[in-house]
């Protein structure tokens, strides 16, 4: 079946092409101008009839029989393409939106990303080369065209408001992330996520050092300026430009040769309750072990072969990409991947 985009293309090429054949033929045959020609064209193939610009020849009269059949047959043509498009594109839309609201349904301890701008567009791909599914609100249609491009769970709304945060599953979620364009917008959303779900992870993006006690009050957990981090980093970059180009190749998403990541320790992994010495990590998976987060929040660095791993601990090791996932299902057992 060809596409309806091309069927309709196809159609108003039609068009074009009988009104053209109609213009040079009046011209051709009864010697008219450019004006008069395409003059009875248009009202020949729209079957209007005002009646003829001049007297015609036999010849003319029959170009003019069959230049009003193959105007019928056009425009019906592009009627039934038109009627066409429209419809199929509806039925397109409301069946994908469907699908789209019974995947957000279904998910739980998802991500929320609250604004499609800058910062959201590089939040979606880091999370999605994770191979995390984030589910987006945006209001902005041209956004929302680029979203649907990427095939990116979406809902079309205002983050501010309850009803898109009860759409995305705020209920579920594990985090909500406020990317949003003004402080103003970003202190009321966290101020209503907060309520709708006391429990969520919430971190929000500020403008300005203002804002950031301001999201700190209405609700979030942290509060980060993309400003001031992008100032540091560059300062670091002149300051440590090794260290700098170290960690770019430890957090470039698209790399696989070496990553570093954080993996909690589920009180049925085999490895809790081990010594770093007698869990093999590092013989097994070729991994460096960087830290240990204790549930308490302590951050025991370069911890020792002595170290005790215990089920909620959070083990951050660095690697590659393939060895982590391996040591991932062991630490977590009963949890076959990140996303839900």
């Known amino acids: 079946m060809l596409d309806i985009s091309k069927h309709l293309r196809f159609s108003l090429s039609l068009v074009i092409a009988t009104t053209l054949i109609g213009t040079f033929g009046y011209m051709a045959l009864e010697g008219w101008g450019l004006l008069d020609a395409s003059y009875m064209t248009i009202i020949t193939m729209t079957t209007v009839g005002y009646g003829e610009v001049h007297s015609m020849s036999h010849t003319g009269r029959v170009f003019t029989i069959?230049?009003?059949?193959?105007?019928?047959?056009?425009?019906?043509?592009?009627?039934?393409?038109?009627?066409?498009?429209?419809?199929?594109?509806?039925?397109?839309n409301i069946f994908g939106r469907r699908v789209l609201d019974k995947r957000i349904k279904h998910m739980k301890k998802h991500y929320i990303i609250c604004g499609y701008g800058r910062i959201g567009q590089v939040l979606c791909n880091n999370f999605r080369a994770h191979g995390i599914e984030p589910v987006v609100i945006e209001k902005e249609q041209d956004r929302i065209e680029h979203m649907e491009a990427q095939n990116l769970l979406y809902i079309s709304g205002?983050?501010?408001?309850?009803?898109a945060l009860l759409r995305a599953g705020i209920d579920r979620a594990e985090a909500l992330i406020a990317a949003l364009a003004t402080d103003t917008d970003s202190v009321f959303l966290v101020l209503t996520a907060r309520q709708l779900n006391p429990e969520i992870f919430i971190l929000a993006r500020a403008s300005s050092v203002k804002a950031r006690a301001k999201l700190y009050a209405a609700g979030a957990n942290r509060v980060?300026?993309?400003?001031?981090?992008?100032?540091?980093?560059?300062?670091?970059?002149?300051?440590?430009?090794?260290?700098?180009?170290?960690?770019?190749?430890?957090?470039?998403?698209?790399?696989?040769?070496?990553?570093?990541?954080?993996?909690?320790?589920?009180?049925?992994?085999?490895?809790?309750?081990?010594?770093?010495?007698?869990?093999?990590?590092?013989?097994?998976?070729n991994l460096i072990i960087i830290a240990v987060k204790t549930p308490d929040g302590n951050m025991l660095f370069n911890p020792s072969h002595e170290t005790l791993i215990r089920g909620g601990d959070t083990v951050i090791a660095m690697g590659k990409t393939d060895n982590l996932a391996e040591l991932e299902k062991e630490l977590q057992p009963d949890r076959n991947k990140k996303t839900p």
């Open 66 to 92: 069959f230049l009003v059949t193959m105007g019928a047959v056009s425009f019906l043509y592009v009627t039934s393409a038109l009627v066409q498009f429209l419809v199929e594109t509806q039925i397109r």
């Open 158 to 163: 205002d983050a501010t408001e309850e009803e």
């Open 224 to 285: 980060e300026s993309p400003y001031e981090i992008g100032g540091i980093s560059m300062a670091q970059r002149i300051l440590r430009p090794s260290v700098s180009n170290f960690l770019d190749l430890v957090f470039a998403y698209n790399r696989k040769d070496i990553q570093m990541d954080e993996i909690p320790v589920a009180e049925s992994s085999p490895l809790a309750g081990l010594m770093l010495r007698d869990s093999g990590i590092r013989q097994k998976y």
